[in-house]
């Protein structure tokens, strides 16, 4: 019965199924859509600000010195992905049409996805202070490097917009050095509300999930790919996600980091950014190419999701399993 448990999704992934039906059925747009868009901003922003006031600021620092897992990270993001989507041209014309083809091997260069890398990494139990400095270095470096890497996989030239990188600065580091900041005053209400805080996390994903499918559904996007094609880019992006949790999980053990590193390396090295790949690839591309560009990057963005909210849950699972056998080890 409990293997029968734990292969049934958990209800945050039946939440999310939920939250994408709701998105492609009743998209909110108009005024309730800015309304929809503001919580979420205003969600992540309280949740980096909780995680900020959470961690210790002996973990803070030492996740920044954690250069071994940034670099396995960074070598994730911005070589092993391209390199993949490199390894997938043959598809090119066959299970892809070439617009959906460029639009995988653009989803392949761009960085780290901060938000739900450091959620989930929260969620299993993992390294936060490392995730959180990886991803968001990540998203900073991805505004120079992702454009040279789609101009060099692409044969396209561009430049990004630089309000991705003010964006990272309000929305996610400001809150979370204000948290630090107010550590020392709201230790001990942390503590006894950690369900709340929990439920934060859980929330900030659900908005960001409604809000980008909302408006993908009321642009049409969905509309002009034929099921065949959808189907054939849900694949190829399931695959790139299945052989990138794997290969960050065998690279952590390869490293032997610690089970919290190994957490933080495979939540962030599998994760690509919405939040940065669609002003790229409208600044990158014309306007009716950037709606087909971006179709993988938004399926990939629902895979990554669904797969990593039950990773994370087994993760935290194992994580329980284990403490529970030192404490009966140590007591006995």
Not at 158 to 166: F, I, Q
Request: with cysteine.
């Amino acid at each position: 019965m409990n293997r029968l448990r734990r292969a049934l999704p958990d209800n945050f992934t039946l939440a999310i199924l939920g939250i994408v039906v709701l998105a492609l059925l009743l998209p909110c747009g108009g005024e309730p859509g800015r309304w929809i868009s503001l919580s979420s901003e205003i969600a992540i922003a309280l949740l980096f600000f909780l995680q900020g006031a959470r961690l210790s600021r002996a973990a803070v620092v030492a996740g920044i010195l954690h250069w071994r897992l940034h670099l396995a990270i960074f070598a994730a993001t911005f070589v092993m992905f391209p390199l993949l989507g490199l390894a997938l041209r043959p598809l090119s014309g066959t299970l892809l049409s070439e617009p959906l083809y460029l639009g995988v091997l653009f989803l392949c260069t761009l960085p780290s996805a901060v938000q739900a890398s450091v959620v989930f990494t929260s969620l299993a139990g993992g390294n936060v202070a490392a995730a959180l400095c990886s991803a968001s270095l990540s998203s900073v470096i991805g505004m120079v490097l992702t454009p040279l890497l789609v101009g060099l996989l692409l044969q396209a030239h561009g430049e990004a917009s630089l309000h991705g990188m003010g964006s990272i600065a309000w929305h996610i580091l400001a809150p979370f050095v204000a948290g630090q900041v107010l550590q020392c005053l709201l230790e001990e209400w942390l503590q006894r509300h950690d369900r709340l805080v929990r439920l934060v996390d859980r929330a900030s994903v659900l908005l960001m999930v409604y809000s980008a499918l909302s408006a993908a559904t009321l642009s049409g996007v969905w509309s002009r790919l034929p099921a065949s094609g959808f189907l054939g880019v849900a694949v190829v992006d399931a695959v790139l996600l299945g052989v990138m949790l794997t290969a960050t999980a065998v690279i952590a053990h390869c490293l032997e980091l610690p089970r919290q590193d190994e957490i933080a390396l495979v939540f962030c090295g599998s994760k690509k950014s919405l939040v940065s790949g669609i002003p790229m690839a409208n600044a990158l591309f014309a306007g009716a190419t950037a709606g087909v560009i971006v179709l993988p990057l938004m399926i990939f963005h629902q895979l990554q999701l669904m797969a990593c909210a039950t990773l994370a849950r087994r993760y935290a699972i194992g994580g329980e399993a284990r403490a529970l056998t030192v404490a009966e080890t140590t007591s006995a």
